[in-house]
Structure formats: C-alpha cells, structure tokens
C-alpha cells in the first residue's frame, strides 16, 4: 500500500482543487491510500472532499499568512502519517513541501504544476523573487508534475530543473458530463429564454487571467443577434461584481448577458451550451474545455495553454485578447447548420473519450507514484 499525501493551499472551487478531488475520489483505494491537506481554512468543495471518507486535514493558516503553527502541524501530521510521497498542489503548497518535508521523514516531494502563465503578481517585487526561489529550489523534488506541455515549457524557461519531469494531463469523468436535451430545455426555461435561443457560456472564476472583458467585448460585436445569449458562471461572476455590471451597462449588454455566479450544477449548465468559450489568456489545461467536450459542445477558446492541443479539428482557436477574433470564431460556428454543429459537438466528445477520460488521467498518475515508491 503506497500512502500519497497531497497538500494544497485551499478548497476552494477552482481548477487544481477539483482536478485533485477527481483524483482521490478515483485512485484505487486497494493499493493507494490518499490524504488531503488544505494549508487554509474551510472552501467550497470540502464537504465534497469530506463525503470521499479520506483523512483530511486544515493547517489553519489564513491565505498569504505564514504560520509557524501550521507548519509544525503539518509535520506532526507527516510524523504521523508517515507518507511515502508528498504531493504539493500550487506554488504556496510546493515552498511548504519543500521545506517540511525532511523534518516530517518524508522521502518523496513531488510537487505540480497547474499554469502555464504564473498570475501577474508573480512578475515584479516579491512575488517575482519568490518564483525565482522555487526555480532554484526545483531540483530538490523527485519529480515535478505538470498538467500541460505548456506549463513545463513556460517553467523550464523559468530556470525549472527537476530530476525529473512528468505531463500528466487533467482527466474527467465521461458519466458526469454528457449531452442533455432535459439540461438544455431546463436552463433555458430557468432564465427566461426560448428553447431556440442559442447560449454562449463561459465557465469562470472572476480572475484577470479569465479575460472577462474579452469575453464581454466579443459578446457586443455579435448582440444584433436577439436570439443569443451569453451565460457565464463563476466565483464573483453576479450582480454585486460592479467592474463586470459597468461593462455590460457600457456595452450594451443588458438582458442578453446573464451571471450566474458560483454554482454546483456546472455539467447541467455546460450540458445547455451551444457554444462554450475559454477566454483566458493564461491557463495551463482548462478543465472547462473537456467539460464541454464531453457534453457534445463545440468550443471557441483562446490559444493558451494546451487548449489547441485539446479542441484540435473540433473547435475553434483565436488569439487572446482579441474580441474581434473571438466574435468571429462564435459567428462561424453559429452559421453552421444544426447538424454541422451535432456532429462537431460529436466529435468533441469522441476526442475526450479517446484521450481524456479520468481513468487514463489517474492511471498515469498511479503509474509515476508505484515508480517513485519502489
């Protein structure tokens, strides 16, 4: 039996956090036991996380707050635990794996990467410093995992130099997300559309990095269509968001845009797309991609990441940030027939099915921890 204990800097709902509860739910229990440590307090997925049956655990710590009282609790926790592999979810996470885990008698750190393009406070003052000390710290892991081509590239660039690296690319669950002609009447139903209506969705956090403007400016190039509406989802993604109600106000936008804010149901609501978007203009795997793939949804995203490694021949790549290109992948999709855009949406799915099912993905992930704990 190989103990793993993943340490993550929060539960929140974002991409790491679900690719990490995807994997534990899915890892096979008779030869891998995992434990999940979150550095911060409560998040929106822990009673998900809490309804695995794993060990769980809170450092306590408050985000961007170190706490020596954290720390010596997570070698308490390691002592007692005594994992053969730590794996580190994030930057924070990975300086904290680095640092405790000789003092807690573990052998193997691995830590992952989930970025292909660190957030903006990475590039200048501290935070510029503190990514330069994990690229000089990258050696002392075993391995470093990267959920994208794209992000070992942009790390190995950052002076990156582990003994060892692995791309393991996020997987999903074939039964969870799937096509739904019941999801696609209902959401219309739910926000006051007719069941002809075309929805554009984007399935988001409010973040920089998400390029909401983009999204929304795109959305203003192609508004003398009454018949499509824009849905988009996320953290910080309702009417209390003020940057994002002036943008639609300036726009246009009004009675066509629709935010949902966080929700729970993201395979009902990815499953009532037309067209779904990534408008990043920096990600590593987007989780949202293979989520509508897996519906049957064609996709229009930006070339970051592994995203045109993903959508390949059934969707559409453009630019990041640039509205004008985004407007025009969506016209061209939308003037395709109905059938075109079935069978588009077809192959989609066909493609997550053939190399980003979840089994593959833990698969490959059991694979490098049975290896490292020889």
């Excluded at 554009?200 to 973040?207: E, M, N, S």
């Excluded at 795109?218 to 943008?247: C, Y």
Aim: net charge positive; glycine share 8%.
């Amino acid at each position: 039996m190989i103990t793993v204990l993943h340490l993550i800097t929060g539960l929140e709902r974002g991409g790491a956090e679900t690719a990490l509860l995807r994997l534990v739910g899915a890892t096979d229990r008779r030869n891998i036991r995992s434990i999940v440590i979150s550095m911060t307090r409560n998040g929106q997925l822990k009673p998900q996380f809490e309804e695995l049956g794993l060990p769980l655990y809170s450092l306590g710590m408050k985000r961007g707050v170190p706490s020596v009282g954290g720390i010596f609790r997570l070698i308490r926790i390691l002592r007692r635990e005594k994992p053969d592999i730590l794996q580190t979810w994030l930057y924070h996470a990975d300086f904290l794996g680095w640092l405790v885990h000789r003092l807690g008698g573990v052998k193997n750190l691995v830590w992952n990467i989930r970025c292909s393009k660190p957030d903006a406070k990475y590039e200048r003052g501290f935070g510029a410093m503190f990514l330069r000390l994990l690229a000089r710290l990258s050696k002392s892991p075993k391995a470093i995992i990267a959920n994208s081509h794209a992000g070992k590239s942009s790390h190995q660039r950052l002076g990156y130099r582990p003994p060892r690296w692995a791309v393991l690319q996020n997987g999903i669950d074939l039964q969870d997300f799937q096509p739904s002609m019941e999801n696609r009447e209902s959401v219309r139903k739910e926000i006051g559309l007719k069941p002809t209506d075309k929805i554009i969705g984007l399935v988001a956090r409010y973040d920089p990095l998400k390029d909401h403007a983009t999204f929304l400016g795109a959305a203003s190039l192609i508004s003398d269509r009454p018949d499509t509406h824009f849905v988009l989802v996320g953290s910080r993604i309702d009417e209390k968001n003020e940057i994002v109600m002036k943008l639609i106000n300036e726009l246009k936008l009004e009675g066509q845009v629709h935010l949902l804010g966080e929700r729970k149901d993201i395979a009902r609501l990815t499953s009532a797309f037309d067209i779904a978007t990534c408008s990043s203009i920096g990600e590593g795997f987007p989780n949202i991609l293979i989520e509508a793939m897996a519906c049957a949804v064609p996709c229009v995203t930006t070339d970051v990441g592994d995203a045109k490694e993903v959508v390949a021949e059934t969707g559409l790549v453009v630019a990041p940030g640039d509205s004008a290109q985004l407007a025009e992948g969506w016209r061209s999709l939308l003037a395709m027939t109905a059938e075109d855009r079935t069978q588009l949406g077809t192959s989609a799915r066909d493609r997550v099915s053939g190399h980003y099912t979840l089994d593959a993905s833990v698969e490959r992930y059991e694979a490098l921890y049975e290896d490292l704990a020889k």
